[in-house]
């Protein structure tokens, strides 16, 4: 078990691509701390590493968008006292109701998608950054969209948000590349059969698409020794799968 002894923290371990990436790293032994603001979610993905006989998980309820700095803190000190080091953090957590022409777009909404898919993100890795580097080796992933490169009409806050999300990662990567310890990338999983595609393209013919669990070789890629040296990527799920 590549993953056996490394302890992973997940946002949006509830969601769709959460929740495939928190199984998939269970199977390789690593120990998943997942957070999601939705308890009911939680269990479930509890209940399903449970059920393949991994690791038990630790659930951690936590709202991105509507804790305060301090609460930040506390998880971190939590996570600190509890596990002592982290080997690994994965932001999936991600805000996107509807596609929104800008004219039209809500402050209220706006506010809300950065502060889920880019403020929480610099919140947590920020706290988690002493915890992360007491590690011998750990590695941060971001999770973006092939938007980031190429803005489409409509992704309004989504799309800036994960614009900014990618040049927050290969910054940070740059900042702690001296250091050798911290890996930092972005993970670009491209179009799969996940509730985020499903809410956003109703009428696409999803059988066609990847499943979610395609995703597993390349989650477990990031976290594991392979991709030791590799930091400040942008990592293309669809191209490394081939």
């Not at 590549?2 to 302890?7: D, E, F, M």
């Not at 399903?48 to 930040?72: C, M, N, R």
């Not at 489409?152 to 900042?175: C, D, H, P, Q, T």
């Not at 809410?199 to 999803?206: H, I, R, T, Y």
Request: no cysteine; proline share 5%; aromatic share 8%.
């Amino acid at each position: 078990m590549p993953l056996k002894g490394q302890t992973i923290l997940i946002t949006g371990a509830g969601g769709g691509l959460g929740s495939t990436a928190a199984l998939a790293l269970a199977k390789q032994g690593a120990h998943i701390i997942l957070l999601d603001k939705s308890i009911p979610k939680l269990e479930k993905i509890y209940d399903a590493i449970l059920e393949v006989k991994a690791t038990e998980p630790t659930i951690y309820p936590f709202d991105l968008a509507g804790a305060s700095e301090v609460q930040y803190e506390e998880l971190a000190v939590t996570i600190n006292n509890t596990y002592s080091s982290l080997q690994g953090l994965l932001h999936s957590a991600v805000e996107l109701s509807a596609y929104t022409p800008v004219e039209i777009h809500e402050t209220k909404d706006w506010g809300h998608t950065l502060n889920v898919n880019l403020n929480a993100a610099f919140l947590l890795t920020r706290v988690l950054l002493p915890v992360l580097q007491k590690s011998e080796h750990s590695s941060i992933v971001f999770t973006s969209d092939s938007t980031a490169r190429e803005p489409k009409a409509y992704s309004g806050a989504y799309g800036v948000s994960k614009i900014a999300l990618e040049g927050f990662s290969k910054i940070l990567s740059e900042e702690l590349e001296s250091s050798q310890k911290i890996r930092v990338n972005t993970l670009i999983p491209g179009p799969v059969n996940s509730p985020l595609r499903k809410k956003l393209f109703p009428a696409e013919d999803k059988s066609k698409l990847p499943a979610m669990d395609s995703l597993n070789n390349v989650y477990t890629y990031l976290f594991s020794s392979e991709s030791i040296g590799i930091s400040g990527q942008r990592i293309n799920a669809q191209t490394f799968n081939k």
